[in-house]
C-alpha cells in the first residue's frame, strides 16, 4: 500500500521559482526508481526528471535541463523538483511516479501555471 502526495504547485510569473514536494507514505516503502512527469491541456504525460536508489547521475529531460533539479530525503520518503526560471511552456500538471516491488504508483498531480 503506497500513497503519493504532490504539493507546491502554484500560479508564478515567468522567471520565478516553485519547488515541489511528493511525499509517500506506506510500510516498508522501497523505491526502484522515483521520478516527476507533467501534462499539459491536450498533451500526452511526459518525464521530466527521474531519481534512482543506486546513486548515479539523476535524469533530467533536455527541455528542462540546467532549471530543474530531483533530490530527495535520506529515507525517500520525500522527493522535490525544484524549478527555476520557469516560463509559460511549463505549465502543466505534475505529477509524482514510483516505481515499487508492489507496481507503478502516481500521485494525484499539483498543477503548475506559470502566466504574465
Known amino acids: 500500500q503506497v500513497q503519493l502526495v504532490e504539493s507546491g504547485g502554484g500560479l508564478v510569473q515567468p522567471g520565478e521559482s516553485l519547488r515541489l514536494s511528493c511525499v509517500a507514505s506506506g510500510r516498508n516503502f522501497s523505491p526502484k526508481v522515483m521520478a516527476w512527469f507533467r501534462q499539459a491541456p491536450g498533451k500526452q504525460r511526459e518525464l521530466v526528471a527521474r531519481i534512482y536508489p543506486g546513486g548515479g547521475n539523476n535524469f533530467v529531460e533536455d527541455s528542462v535541463k540546467g532549471r530543474f533539479t530531483i533530490s530527495r530525503d535520506i529515507s525517500w520518503k520525500t522527493i522535490y523538483l525544484q524549478m527555476n526560471s520557469l516560463a509559460p511552456e511549463d505549465t502543466a500538471v505534475y505529477y509524482c511516479?514510483?516505481?515499487?516491488?508492489?507496481?507503478?504508483?502516481w500521485g494525484q498531480g499539483t498543477q503548475v501555471t506559470v502566466s504574465s
Open positions: 511516479h514510483a516505481v515499487t516491488p508492489w507496481g507503478n504508483h
